[in-house]
């Protein structure tokens, strides 16, 4: 059976702004955020929706509820659709990993998938759980983070994980199968007017 989800990007935080690796940290939404966050809580109230499940990560949690008030969906919290969790590089920018960890980094960035960061998971952890965790009906929004994202579309399409640029605040309309996605998934971050 084929199902139609809508997956949204936490809108940003002050961590996000900074090109910090947050990982499992809680931060919670900027100002910026927030206005993401209710951007796309307008969009998708014009949608008939079928349930929403969301990380239970702040940032997440604070998106998924204004979208609840949009919509009158209640937002089941989920760790399955936790970010990537990136142990010792949490909270640090590129710049520092690389020079507090380097040959970790180095290890990780040719291994993703089986190499995690040091005290973290692997993509195909991250990919395991955030799979499992995706509803199996149709119209149902799930809200969760950049890497969940890129990784989920990059397993379900057969592209690379950097081949999805998933701003904060984007969705994506994601039709798919259980298996594959059935038809090229589209992002977008909707504007304040939409």
Request: glycine share 10%; hydrophobic share 40%.
């Amino acid at each position: 059976m084929t199902c139609t989800l809508f997956l949204v990007r936490h809108g940003a935080t002050a961590a996000n702004a900074e090109g910090r690796y947050v990982g499992w940290e809680e931060h919670p939404l900027s100002a910026d955020g927030l206005a993401q966050a209710e951007a796309a809580a307008r969009y998708l109230s014009r949608f008939r929706l079928t349930g929403m499940r969301t990380s239970d990560l702040m940032r997440c949690r604070q998106t998924a509820e204004r979208i609840g008030r949009a919509t009158g969906l209640t937002p089941a919290p989920d760790p399955r659709l936790r970010e990537l969790n990136f142990g010792r590089f949490s909270g640090l920018t590129y710049e520092e990993i690389a020079r507090q960890w380097p040959e970790e980094l180095a290890a990780w960035l040719a291994d993703p998938e089986h190499a995690p960061p040091p005290g973290g998971e692997s993509l195909a952890s991250l990919r395991s759980r955030a799979l499992a965790a995706l509803p199996r009906q149709d119209g149902a929004v799930v809200v969760t983070h950049g890497g969940v994202i890129r990784t989920v579309l990059a397993h379900l399409t057969g592209r690379g994980l950097w081949d999805w640029r998933v701003p904060p605040g984007a969705m994506v309309l994601l039709r798919w199968d259980g298996e594959r996605a059935v038809d090229e998934p589209r992002v977008w971050r909707p504007e304040a007017g939409e």
